[in-house]
T-cell receptor
Framework: GQQLNQSPQSMFIQEGEDVSMNCTSS?????WLWYKQDPGEGPVLLIA?????ELTSNGRLTAQFGITRKDSFLNISASIPSDVGIYFC???????????FGEGTQLTVNP | ETGVTQSPTHLIKTRGQQVTLRCSSQ?????VSWYQQALGQGPQFIFQ???????GRGNFPPRFSGLQFPNYSSELNVNALELDDSALYLC????????????FGEGSRLTVL
């Protein structure tokens, strides 16, 4: 079963607002990744984090790899309607190929 | 450069039947992983294939099996379908065994009646 706790489950915001979501785990991961899934599509990689404490940006998105290696957060600044979708965190352990996904955060942006 | 393609996109089966889902990996990618995504859940790892061999398996019974072909395309087979097998099956390719940077297809939506 899932080992990652992702919150919040859903968010309803106004266009232009900033968004923050996070993911926690009871065990350590060596890589944290954030994916976005649009309806009828597969997940698309947004950001990958490889080092504890790392802060990485991709346009309006910023993600951090927690110091304990048990958590990560994703921030979206100045949200726009196309940010709507489901955001998933995923963790990976060294030498293990599989990703463990959170249950997702459903983001709705009102114009 | 072609992305990951999956077929069929939707299918309906009855309990006890068998199903085969197909996946073509992104060009240049030699590793294929399969994930099951139940409604409202995150994807769950089924297994991964590299050089035509299974390399890692999640918590799925043996009736879930797969193949990888020399051109890196892959199949997922599920025997003796159960109602709980209804889900979106996602194929993802990657440029190596250990990377978490996966490229997903659009998925095959399986409904078991």
């Amino acid at each position: 079963g899932q080992q990652l706790n992702q919150s919040p489950q859903s968010m309803f915001i106004q266009e232009g607002e900033d968004v923050s979501m996070n993911c926690t785990s009871s065990s350590i991961f060596n890589t944290w990744l954030w994916y976005k899934q649009d309806p009828g599509e597969g997940p698309v990689l947004l950001i990958a984090l490889y080092k504890a404490g790392e802060l990485t940006s991709n346009g309006r998105l910023t993600a951090q790899f927690g110091i304990t290696r048990k958590d990560s957060f994703l921030n979206i600044s100045a949200s726009i309607p196309s940010d709507v979708g489901i955001y998933f965190c995923a963790g990976q352990r060294t030498s293990v190929s599989r990703l463990t996904f959170g249950e997702g955060t459903q983001l709705t942006v009102n114009p | 450069e072609t992305g990951v393609t999956q077929s069929p996109t939707h299918l309906i089966k009855t309990r006890g039947q068998q199903v085969t889902l197909r996946c073509s990996s992104q060009s240049g990618h030699n590793t294929v992983s399969w994930y099951q995504q139940a409604l409202g859940q995150g994807p769950q790892f089924i297994f991964q294939y590299y050089r035509e061999e299974e390399n890692g398996r999640g918590n799925f019974p043996p009736r879930f099996s797969g193949l990888q072909f020399p051109n890196y395309s892959s199949e997922l087979n599920v025997n003796a379908l159960e109602l709980d097998d209804s889900a979106l099956y996602l194929c993802a390719s990657s440029a190596g065994l250990d990377t978490g940077e996966l490229f997903f297809g659009e998925g095959s939506r399986l409904t078991v009646l």
